[in-house]
């Protein structure tokens, strides 16, 4: 399962049931793309993902969602290192 989630299905219902075909042309992709990652098959470049965002006038995290994986409990302790330094 991936990683990346997105609600591009329900912002397309909140935007007056925006069409696969009008979300993939305002974001200049295909509608096979659109239906892919509805389903979850595909994850997008960063750039597409900034266009799906721009074409519903939200902020990129209102679109898509990043899930950490569970973590062994020694790579979480590892992985909490300050890097502010």
């Known amino acids: ?14 935007h007056d049931e925006m069409t696969q075909e009008e979300l993939a ?16 098959k595909y994850t997008p470049s960063l750039s597409l993902a900034f266009k799906l965002a721009r074409a519903f006038n ?6 898509f969602q990043y899930e950490l994986p569970m973590q062994k409990k020694d790579e979480a302790s ?4 300050d890097f502010s330094q």
């Open 1 to 14: 399962m991936s990683e990346i989630t997105n609600c591009i299905r329900r912002l397309r219902f909140d």
């Open 25 to 40: 042309r305002r974001s200049g992709c295909t509608r096979q793309t659109i239906i892919a990652l509805e389903a979850g």
């Open 78 to 81: 590892s992985s909490d290192e």
């Open 58 to 63: 939200r902020p990129l995290e209102d679109v």
